[in-house]
T-cell receptor
Framework: KAGVTQTPRYLIKTRGQQVTLSCSPI?????VSWYQQTPGQGLQFLFE???????NKGNFPGRFSGRQFSNSRSEMNVSTLELGDSALYLC????????????FGSGTRLTVV | GEDVEQSLFLSVREGDSSVINCTYT??????LYWYKQEPGAGLQLLTY?????DMKQDQRLTVLLNKKDKHLSLRIADTQTGDSAIYFC????????????FGAGTRLFVKA
């Protein structure tokens, strides 16, 4: 079966712009979680969606937002980009009704210049 | 708050066993995991263990959990050069939704 698909793979944006990243989970998975990965901070939890509802949120500013659609696909948006937002953004999916671990996508590498 | 700590580097010779250690702080953790990340890729789930277990074996992988000390370890038997990667320890508790906290990752170097 198809894995978790994240688009685009690479993105270069300018400070102040906004960006939208997309994630398609594994078929049947209803939970989508987003993580920011940087060399200095490691993997930081952004938020988790299940059946179009945000169930959990990490400690990120309001510039970071997300949503989930009825087909479980998810998007995350970052507004007013800062240099420090440069990171690998990882999406992970699971059934959401158990905690047997995630399937991760390959990530979107965002560079803010 | 929740925290997961692990050493940053480990170097072993091919054929030896590797042991990667991790400590966590959340006493309500219900699941603990080991993930592997290779360059340019996302994380791959290697194995998980319930908090009421103390050991799990899966082929070359052995996970040991000491719940009293909040200590988790991953042993890789007969380590191969293809095992060179970053290994992440993670913990999760069901707090009205699933939120998994990851350690910083241990970079494993396997010398031929």
């Amino acid at each position: 079966k198809a894995g978790v698909t994240q688009t685009p793979r690479y993105l270069i944006k300018t400070r102040g712009q906004q960006v939208t990243l997309s994630c398609s989970p594994i078929s049947g998975h209803r939970s989508v979680s987003w993580y920011q990965q940087t060399p200095g901070q490691g993997l930081q939890f952004l938020f988790e969606y299940f059946s179009e509802t945000q169930r959990n949120k990490g400690n990120f500013p309001g510039r970071f937002s997300g949503r989930q659609f009825s087909n479980s696909r998810s998007e995350m948006n970052v507004s007013t980009l800062e240099l420090g937002d440069s990171a690998l953004y990882l999406c992970a999916s699971s059934y959401g009704t158990d905690n047997y671990g995630y399937t991760f996508g390959s990530g979107t590498r965002l560079t803010v210049v | 708050g929740e925290d997961v700590e692990q050493s940053l580097f480990l170097s072993v010779r091919e054929g030896d066993s590797s042991v990667i250690n991790c400590t966590y702080t959340d006493s309500s953790s219900t699941y603990l995991y080991w993930y592997k990340q290779e360059p340019g890729a996302g994380l791959q789930l290697l194995t998980y263990i319930f908090s009421n277990m103390d050991m799990k074996q899966d082929q070359r992988l052995t996970v040991l959990l000491n719940k009293k000390d909040k200590h988790l370890s991953l042993r890789i038997a007969d380590t191969q050069t293809g095992d060179s990667a970053i290994y992440f320890c993670a913990e999760s508790s069901n707090t009205g939704g699933f939120k998994t906290i990851f350690g910083a990752g241990t970079r494993l170097f396997v010398k031929a």
